[in-house]
């Protein structure tokens, strides 16, 4: 680890990893990086430049590959999820706050994104984290939200067209129930796990009643203090914690492409905090 440098990216979240190749990375040295990312919620390694073989093998370190239901599978590789761009595409995947695979009864644990090819300028992703957006809360807010769980559905994909997706119609499944407030399986550290794309409820709520309290959420775990803004380098991986961080890529550079593989991480069921 002597010329591996960490440097935080800013107060609450996030770190870039340099000095590291994480292709010939031994176990003990991808456990540091494994224990660095349950400290800032997303890692971001330059320099890297991963084969789809390089980028398998990372993520098995991490945990069973979780294939993305929804999104195109590289066709060589279909354990790795294309996150694609094309120049005449309206919208990009992952346009808006969100928490990968929230849909599911089991998340995913993490994500590892790829840079295979960028724009010349933007499509920057951001991070928030939930870890941080907790402790900022009142006391008051902190109890009334440990008591709910929320219901998380991936109807959205429903209306993914735009950005190229387009599910069949057996990957959809029933909604999952999560706390709002869910322990980190490994630190135990509380975060929040409610998203603008898949969370539709409180348990016991009806959408109506959720919406002003939901909207709330969404406006305060995102704002800026809880963030970190990634700007893409070529052969940069990130590798983030979904329950965290959540994130959202930006969408400003129409008329250009771009290509990011991405691999998720099985996760376990989540527990309250
Ligand atoms: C995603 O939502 O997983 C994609 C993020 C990105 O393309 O920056």
């Known amino acids: 680890m002597n010329t591996w440098k960490l440097t935080k990216l800013t ?3 996030g770190a870039r990893l340099e ?4 292709a010939s990375a031994s176990t003990s040295q991808l456990e540091i990086v494994r224990s660095s990312l349950f400290e800032h919620g ?6 890297q430049h991963l084969s789809p073989e390089d980028h398998i093998k990372l993520a098995k370190f991490f945990g069973e590959i979780d294939v993305n239901r929804f999104f195109t599978p590289v066709a060589s590789h279909p354990m790795i999820a294309e996150v694609r761009t094309v120049p005449e595409q309206p919208e990009v995947i992952g346009g808006t706050w969100h928490t990968d695979h929230s849909y599911d009864a089991a998340p995913a644990m993490c994500s590892i994104l790829n840079a ?7 499509g920057d992703t951001h991070f928030a984290s939930m870890s941080a957006a907790y402790r900022t809360m009142s006391s008051g807010l902190q109890n009334m939200l440990r008591d709910l769980r929320a219901w998380h559905s991936d109807g959205s994909f429903v209306n993914s067209t735009d950005v ?6 057996e990957a959809f499944r029933d909604p999952v129930l999560h706390p709002v407030i869910v322990k980190h399986p490994h630190t135990g550290a509380p975060c929040v796990y409610v998203n603008g794309d898949f969370t539709v409820n409180f348990e016991n709520w009806s959408v109506e ?5 939901l909207t709330f959420l969404y406006a305060f775990i995102t704002k800026p203090i809880f963030t970190a803004r990634v700007v893409w380098e070529p052969g940069m ?9 959540q994130h959202y890529a930006t ?4 008329g250009y492409s771009r290509l990011m593989h991405r691999i998720t991480v099985a996760g376990v069921p989540l527990e309250a905090f």
Do not use: M, T
């Open 11 to 13: 107060g609450h979240c």
């Open 19 to 22: 000095g590291v190749s994480l």
């Open 42 to 47: 997303v890692i971001i390694i330059p320099e």
């Open 116 to 122: 295979r090819q960028l724009p010349p300028f933007g």
């Open 164 to 169: 190229g997706i387009k599910p069949k119609k």
């Open 209 to 213: 009643e959720s919406a002003p309290l």
């Open 237 to 245: 991986v990130a590798i983030w914690d979904n329950r965290l961080v």
């Open 251 to 254: 969408a400003d550079y129409s």
